[in-house]
């Protein structure tokens, strides 16, 4: 296991504290994969005064759903981009732009609670194979087995990072095994990879934790430097009536 730094990283180092523990918003290891594994996953190239790369995935053909933390910094002037339909970033043929932004009304970038925000595209998505809307579930089971795949850093050494979209197993954990490691909040929910060697690493803020029968129960949020094999993620089944009212919200206005 690689030695976490002591910083809240997205891409470039932005420091976040809450009492003594470091958050880290990561995930990493893995084996390389195909689009068609996880056609929801976009790519989001994020330039909001410095610039930072996050994961997100597809609610319709207008709408990304990612970490409210991935765009704290995006205020005044912001440039959000999003790239979708190849696993290999250099083949990529679908970019989007994103005109509207719209964070979770009670995030708290300290406690990290409410970790969820929805983009809002420019022009819709070409949906077909590669390119796949993905279903929000209402409720998801302790030990269970799910997916995240990111194109995230594969070296926290040297921080490289990959231009191949990379999967990792991670196994729900129940609330109360989450609850302690500390920290925990209402809609938070944890994981831990039943791989040996593979765990969260920085880029992959906001991407999907999806089920077997490919529907989402969590995005990446963060972990704690002292426990970087238990990566914490928002509980999106959780806002699953937040998601559906504010992206008729954002659509509408």
Request: one cysteine or more.
């Amino acid at each position: 296991m690689l030695k976490f730094t002591r910083n809240f990283v997205l891409f470039m180092c932005i420091t976040y504290a809450r009492s003594n523990n470091t958050m880290e918003p990561y995930v990493i290891g893995g084996d390389f994969t195909d689009i068609t594994h996880f056609p929801h996953s976009v790519f989001l190239n994020i330039d909001c005064m410095s610039t930072w790369i996050c994961g997100s995935s597809i609610l319709n053909q207008r709408i990304l759903l990612t970490a409210a933390h991935c765009i704290t910094g995006c205020k005044r002037q912001w440039k959000i981009e999003g790239y979708a339909g190849h696993e290999n970033l250099s083949k990529v043929k679908v970019m989007r732009t994103v005109n509207k932004i719209l964070m979770h009304e009670n995030f708290d970038d300290q406690s990290m609670a409410n970790d969820i925000a929805l983009l809002y595209l420019v022009k819709s998505l070409p949906l077909g194979k590669y390119i796949q809307r993905v279903t929000i579930r209402k409720w998801h089971s302790p030990s269970e087995i799910a997916s995240v795949a990111g194109w995230g850093i594969v070296n926290r050494v040297t921080n490289k990072d990959s231009i191949y979209l990379k999967r990792a197993l991670q196994r729900v954990m129940s609330p109360r095994l989450c609850a302690r490691f500390g920290g925990m909040y209402s809609g938070m929910m944890c994981a831990k990879s039943p791989e040996k060697n593979t765990s969260p690493a920085s880029g992959d803020s906001g991407s999907a934790l999806i089920t077997k029968d490919m529907q989402q129960i969590g995005l990446v949020s963060y972990i704690f430097s002292e426990y970087p094999e238990m990566p914490i993620y928002t509980n999106v089944s959780h806002y699953y009536f937040w998601i559906k009212t504010k992206s008729i919200s954002l659509h509408c206005s």
